[in-house]
């Protein structure tokens, strides 16, 4: 599974996993994220959507499955079990595994936005 992933990615990452969490029947077509990202101000062409979602099955970020006519889709991975690998990146990165100096920095952070 490759670790990174651009806007649209995590957008539409997002976006499947609200579904997935409010969902009983988890199948989602790339038109419900369609409809989804394109609610706010950006609009997204469906083709661009579902080259994207294609990509993140490569990257076995998400499954892909064939429902009749059309391509359903599902996370191959929980929001949690992504944010602990993201978490376990940054600290590897930027703090030499050291988790208690990242949460300073985040505290410091917090701090500084709260003023």
């Known amino acids: 599974m490759k670790d990174t992933h ?6 539409i990452l997002n ?4 579904l997935e969490e409010s969902k009983t029947d988890v199948d989602i077509s790339v038109n419900e994220i369609f409809n989804i990202l394109n609610c706010g101000k950006n ?3 469906y083709t661009t959507i579902k080259t994207v979602m294609d990509r993140l099955v490569e990257k076995q970020l ?3 499955c064939k429902i009749g006519k059309r391509f359903c889709y599902n996370s191959t991975t929980s929001r949690q079990e992504m944010a602990q690998k993201a978490i376990q990146k940054l600290v590897g990165q930027y703090f030499h595994n050291d988790l208690r100096s990242l949460m300073t ?5 917090c701090l500084q936005l709260i003023r």
């Open 62 to 64: 998400l499954t892909r």
């Open 105 to 109: 920095a985040i505290e410091s952070e």
């Open 6 to 11: 651009g806007n649209l990615e995590n957008e």
């Open 43 to 45: 609009y997204r062409a």
């Open 15 to 18: 976006a499947i996993w609200r």
